[in-house]
């Protein structure tokens, strides 16, 4: 199956530092009904490569309105901020990761996702035929 069309957002995120320091840096959210069960986010810092994660959409989509995921990755809304930001933690063996990014502009770009794909309907998006093929191929 062919995407027909690209949900992307770019967001200003805040990596939290301490309770009081922050840095800012820039965040590409990508989605493609082609992967209908995961959203690309894409971090950009001072380094010349920036860092790729691949999360799931309903992960996003739950962590708006209360805690979702465990371990390497986790969202939650942060208790009396109202709805102006959430949180995201990424760890991996080189380190935790926890960013501050405004709600709206997730909750935005998952509106903008279920617009193409609407949630519980992902599997219908999905070319069955070639994921067969690559995990046969894979042996």
Not at 70 to 81: A, K
Not at 119 to 131: A, K, N, P, Y
Request: glycine share 10%; aromatic share 8%; with cysteine.
């Amino acid at each position: 199956m062919e995407s027909l069309k690209t949900v992307m957002q770019g967001v200003a995120a805040q990596l939290v530092i301490s309770r009081t320091y922050s840095l800012p840096m820039c965040m590409s959210l990508r989605y493609e009904p082609a992967d209908p069960y995961v959203v690309r986010a894409v971090f950009f810092t001072d380094t010349d490569k920036p860092a790729e994660w691949v999360l799931g959409r309903d992960l996003l989509a739950d962590g708006l309105t209360g805690s979702a995921g465990c371990g390497d990755m986790r969202v939650w809304p942060p208790v009396g901020r109202g709805d102006q930001a959430m949180y995201i933690v990424l760890g991996s063996p080189a380190g935790t990761a926890l960013l501050e990014v405004p709600v709206q502009d997730v909750r935005t770009f998952l509106e903008n996702t279920e617009a193409l794909v609407p949630r519980g309907t992902e599997s219908g998006h999905v070319d069955w035929e070639l994921e067969l093929a690559n995990l046969f191929a894979k042996g």
